[in-house]
């Protein structure tokens, strides 16, 4: 499959609250894992996701508009990264 149809086919997994098994397809083989590690858009949905994560994955979604979905505090560190690159699209 060529990377564009992959990488859509990683955005139709699930993002339960809090898990982050979803990235998992990056240890699949090494194919799968460069066209995730590439792809800014699967980066950029995080679910309560645990702040060490939010960091990895901020780092990763390039320039991609940012999803938050919290029913925690978020760091203001790193809340700070998303909102001084004008990337934030929603908290909820």
Same mark, same amino acid.
């Given at each position: 499959?060529?990377?564009?149809?992959?990488?859509?086919?990683?955005?139709?997994?699930?993002?339960?609250?809090?898990?982050?098994?979803?990235?998992?397809?990056?240890?699949? %083989?090494?194919?799968?894992?460069? /066209?995730?590690?590439?792809?800014?858009?699967?980066?950029?949905?995080?679910?309560? /996701?645990?702040?060490?994560?939010?960091?990895?994955?901020?780092?990763?979604?390039? %320039?991609?508009?940012?999803?938050?979905?919290?029913?925690?505090?978020?760091?203001?560190?790193?809340?700070?990264? /998303?909102?001084?690159?004008?990337?934030?699209?929603? /908290?909820?």
């Amino acid at each position: 499959l060529p990377p564009e149809i992959l990488s859509a086919i990683f955005l139709l997994i699930p993002r339960d609250v809090g898990d982050t098994s979803w990235i998992r397809v990056t240890h699949v %083989c090494h194919r799968w894992r460069e /066209v995730a590690l590439n792809y800014p858009r699967f980066w950029s949905e995080l679910n309560a /996701v645990p702040p060490r994560f939010m960091e990895f994955a901020l780092a990763r979604s390039g %320039c991609a508009p940012i999803l938050v979905h919290t029913w925690e505090e978020i760091p203001d560190d790193i809340l700070f990264k /998303v909102l001084s690159q004008d990337r934030l699209q929603r /908290v909820i």
